[in-house]
């Protein structure tokens, strides 16, 4: 019998709410919004309501007041499905409220951290918030054709003494959750929040989905247009291409332009064939994620695989003492 000063029972062991406190969680994003527009490339305040059909697959996107949300406002779901993805990755239970630091996810997305940047931060919540889909993509098994938010709410929940957020708590959709709790979610690279341009980052995200790390992908500058979302006329449009294939920074993807206005995207350097690569044994792979918990040891992996292309693809005398080396490198609170 337990007597008056025990314990009373954990009626509640899961929280309500998950916190970011996953250091260095590798970007994710949602494969949905990567293939379909749903964010303004538009740097001023766009109110145009957006409506996208193809190949079956219908959108709609309503703007708030503030605007519809730009593709730069996306940086905020990609911190939080990053995040998540690391946790789901460790086994840590998640949920769909997450409490995150304003400060945190300024330095994750390659953001300032000055007066300006938490109030362009603030404005960026308040377009997500506001701005309404209606679609019937699918994420995990289900079929969404209502509106819904890209999030639901957010509310700060403390200020600093200068009156800027501190923390903040956002709900996301259950469309956007379905998507991370069924996996249909992609690395990206780091570099892509240092792309400047709107329309940079969105054709790296399409490079991202569609080529990904096959030898290539072929697409029409029609198709191309439409796919991105740009309100620019085709040939402006196309302009805008040519001078992102001069400045060639586009991380991890190189495009060129072939006859008939069509857009090629291949990876940087060779591809690494199967037989040629470094092989890891299967226990390297679990002493990783030991090494390195809630990250992705595949997407680790491919880094490494690209790190030993890019310096020459030297003869490896131990494959699996280099990759856990790199590992070492990368895990979660080095040098604290």
């Known amino acids: 019998m337990s007597g008056a000063g025990a314990l009373l029972p954990d009626r509640h062991p899961t929280a309500d709410f998950f916190i970011c406190d996953i250091f260095d969680a590798l970007p994710k994003d949602d494969l949905a919004s990567m293939e379909h527009p749903m964010f303004s490339l538009s740097t001023r305040p766009d109110r145009r309501i957006l409506s996208y059909a193809h190949n079956g697959t219908e959108i709609t996107v309503t703007p708030s007041v ?10 905020i779901l990609i911190f939080c499905i990053s995040q998540l993805m690391a946790a ?17 996810l300024l330095v994750a997305t390659n953001r300032e951290t000055s007066g300006d940047g938490y109030k362009r931060l603030r404005e960026a919540f308040e377009r997500l918030a506001g701005t309404r889909i209606t679609t019937n993509i699918v994420t995990g098994e289900a079929e969404t054709t209502t509106g819904f938010g890209l999030i639901e709410s957010w509310e700060i929940v403390r200020h600093t003494r200068a009156g800027r957020m501190a923390s903040v708590r956002v709900k996301l959709s ?21 792309l400047r341009k709107p329309l940079e980052r969105r054709i790296y995200e399409l490079a991202r989905k569609h080529c990904g790390r096959q030898p290539e992908w072929r697409v029409s500058i029609e198709t191309l247009l439409k796919k991105s979302g740009s309100a620019s006329p085709r040939r402006v449009f196309r302009k805008m291409i040519r001078d992102m294939i001069a400045a060639d920074h586009l991380p991890g993807y190189e495009l060129s332009e072939e006859p008939g206005d069509i857009l ?5 350097g060779a591809v690494i064939e199967p037989s040629t690569r470094p092989q890891l044994a299967p226990e390297t792979l679990d002493q990783a994620r030991t090494l ?30 280099a990759f856990l080396g790199y590992v070492a490198k990368r895990r979660p609170g080095r040098g604290a």
């Open 174 to 194: 259950d469309w956007l959750f379905r998507a991370v709790l069924s996996k249909s979610v992609l690395t990206l690279s780091r570099d892509y929040f240092r």
């Open 292 to 321: 390195a918990p809630g990250m992705d040891v595949y997407a680790l992996e491919a880094d490494w695989l690209g790190f030993w292309a890019a310096s020459g693809r030297k003869p490896l005398r131990n494959p699996d003492k």
């Open 264 to 268: 090629r995207v291949t990876p940087r």
């Open 66 to 75: 503030r605007g519809l949300a730009t593709i730069h406002d996306k940086d």
């Open 88 to 104: 789901v990755n460790a086994g840590r239970a998640v949920s769909q409220v997450l409490h995150l630091k304003a400060h945190d």
